[in-house]
Structure formats: structure tokens, C-alpha cells
């Protein structure tokens, strides 16, 4: 079993935290080309899924897609659940993970790879074909980001957690999007206490590290 | 329980498609405006989650996002699995299903919402804020969405289903996809014998009238 990851990006970031909250040691390949925004070519070759995380099983199966990745060890290792412990949690968590993913981390890769020059051409990860930058998506992607992080602290207001009272997915989802938001200077806006207040306790686990 | 649906659009069709596989009879309410591309104002004011589909339970918790209400269901209901019978199944299918549903729904969201002039300034479904369209985004929807229907009739060339041997949840998403777009002028380019080959089958399944 092999996970390929690339150290900067935020998405295999989510399957890194997932297996040290787990306490899963699983060996990983770091397929980022040193220095370059690129993934090597020779991992783009072999792969079609053409992205990371992907996790390459004995038998040669290829699960992309870092919730996935998540579900086969969620099924394998149940305890402690970072996925739910009973139908309505795992529910709640699924829906506010998607939204973490949909309203954040793909707002903000549309703001981050329709503005930056490296990107050209590659506006969409995972696609062999060209996929030219269009400017004004970048703006929107900026915009939504903006709603996400008011979004989320909303519902910090309520919830030590993301989906709740209990640490889970939507939380490591929810803090790779925050980081690499503040990273590429789209961070936090003015107020969202809560937010701020839920980012300092995630960040202090030793899972954020990863 | 209640399920809020919309008989014309594609998201929430994944839901009642499921509960059809299931057996399961959940009381489902049409929030569309009859005649109009939208949804009741009674029904955006109440629930900030703005879309469709969505499961209020009778705690009156509400769980958005149809993968999220699918794997409420499946938990409750595991037989017949549609989301997976062991750890590496249920990973191949929730890949294949975020596969579905990004590089084909979303694509045709894109092509849709930013092309036709009754969502002028609803380009994004779930949000209250204006969202302008975006032609370019239009563009590069279409030009996804034959990415995704050879991508797709790539993987069936050895699969009887798209997530490998059983029907499931990525069936689900894939079908409402292939539907939706050829209702938009958007439908499969020549070819893909053998997304056509699983097409008719999945649709001659009593679910696929849901």
C-alpha cells in the first residue's frame, strides 16, 4: 500500500491529518516536484486519476479522492469515529464536509489557480487537456471564500466543532481550507470569533502538523 | 421526516432514486415553483441551506447534500449495499460518486446556470448573495462534460457498473448526470457504445422513473 501526497497542497493534507488523528502509519510517496507548483510527470503518466491523494492498494486498485481514502481506513479502523459514530452524526459530518469542500477548498482553488501566472493552462487540477484561466472565476472563488469563512463561524457559534461536538472529517477538511487560504494571503476576514476560536484548538492536536 | 425535492432537477433526483433502490417510502414535499426555474421563497426563508435536496428529521435536524442523505439511509438500511459492502468497495464507490459528481454535475451546473438567461444572477445554487454569470465558465462546463461522459464510458468498458460489478450510488449520481444533460442539449458525443450499453440498463431499473 502506497499514499502519494505532495507536502504543499492542501488536499493530501486531508488524508495526512486523517491517518495521525488514526495513529495509521501508511507509507507515503511525495510526488511534488521540488520547487515547482507541478506533480512529476512520471506519476501523471501512470495514473489517470492525475491527482493527489491517491492511495494505490496491494492489488493494484487506485482510490483518489481524499474522502474515500478516508472511508476504506474509516471502515478498517472505526475507532475512534472521525466519520460518525451512529447515522445522524455520520450525516451531519457528511454534509458539512462536502460544504467545506465545495464552499471553501474549491472556492479557493478557483481564486488561487485563475490568478497565479504558474498556473496557466492548468485552472483545473486532475485534467490532461488544457483548461485555460478565466480571471473572473477567480474573483468569484474569492467572493465565496469570503462567504465560507462567515458560513463556518456561524456555525462555530453553536458547535465546538464543525459538524458538532465531536472532532471529525469536516474538521480536517474545514482547517486545510483555512490554512491555505491565509497562506495564498485570502485569509480569515475581520471578526469571525468562533472561527479563530475553533482554529487555535484544531491546530494545537498534533495531527495539524502533518 | 420529511424530504424537501424538486421534480425538475437533477440533485435531488439522486435522493429519490436511492430510496426507490431501498424500498424505503419517505414523505417527500416538491418545493419548486410550478412553471419556474426556482424554489419557493417560504422554503429558501426557512432553511439557510438554500437547496435541494434536503431531509429534515424529526428532531428537526436537516441534512443537506444527497450523499449525505443517501449514507443517513444506508446506515439504517445496509441491505442491499449501495454504498459499498466492504472498506475497499465503499472507497471505489464514494471515488466514483465525488467523480460523478464534480467532473460531470457540477460541469453541467456550470454549462447550465451560466448560459441561460432565467439564472441571470443565480449562477450558483445555495447561495443568497447575487452570483453573476460567468460565459466563459459556460464554455469550459460543456467542454468538461464530454471530458467526463468519455471518461466515464472509459471505465465501463470493463465494468458492468461504473463503480466496478454492483450497482450503486455512482450509478446513481452518473445517471441524473447523463439525464440532466441531454435534456440540456448537452447529452453524450458520439460513441461511448459503452456508456450507452449502461445506460440502458440502469434505466430499465423501476428506481430510474423516481
Redesign the interface.
Known amino acids: 500500500m502506497r499514499l502519494y501526497s505532495w507536502d504543499i497542497a492542501p488536499n493530501p493534507r486531508r488524508v495526512r491529518i486523517y491517518l495521525a488523528e488514526k495513529g495509521l502509519d501508511v507509507p507515503i510517496e511525495d510526488v511534488g516536484v521540488p520547487g515547482k507548483p507541478v506533480l512529476r510527470p512520471d506519476f501523471l503518466a501512470k495514473f489517470g486519476h492525475r491527482r493527489v491523494p491517491l492511495?494505490e492498494?496491494d492489488d493494484g486498485?487506485c482510490?483518489?479522492?481524499a474522502?474515500?481514502?478516508c472511508?476504506?481506513?474509516e471502515?478498517?479502523h472505526p475507532d475512534p469515529p472521525l466519520m460518525g459514530g451512529?447515522?445522524?452524526d455520520?450525516?451531519?459530518i457528511?454534509?458539512w464536509e462536502?460544504?467545506a469542500e465545495w464552499?471553501g477548498l474549491h472556492a479557493l482553488s478557483e481564486a488561487f489557480r485563475n490568478s497565479r501566472k504558474s498556473f496557466a493552462g492548468r485552472a483545473?487540477a486532475?485534467?490532461g487537456?488544457p483548461?485555460?484561466q478565466?480571471p473572473?472565476?477567480a474573483e468569484?472563488g474569492a467572493?465565496?471564500l469570503k462567504?465560507f469563512h462567515d458560513k463556518f463561524d456561524a456555525q462555530l457559534e453553536d458547535h465546538e466543532f464543525v459538524a458538532g461536538e465531536g472532532y471529525s472529517v469536516a474538521d480536517i477538511t474545514t482547517l486545510c481550507t483555512v490554512d491555505f487560504a491565509e497562506f495564498c494571503g485570502l485569509g480569515m476576514p475581520d471578526g469571525c470569533a468562533n472561527l479563530r476560536r475553533w482554529h487555535e484548538t484544531v491546530s494545537a492536536r498534533p495531527s495539524a502538523t502533518a
Do not use: C, K, T, V
Open positions: 492511495l492498494l486498485a482510490i483518489g479522492e474522502m474515500a481514502i472511508r476504506y481506513f471502515l478498517l451512529d447515522p445522524r455520520a450525516a451531519l457528511e454534509m462536502r460544504l464552499e483545473l486532475g485534467y487537456a483548461m485555460p478565466i473572473a472565476l468569484r467572493a465565496r462567504l
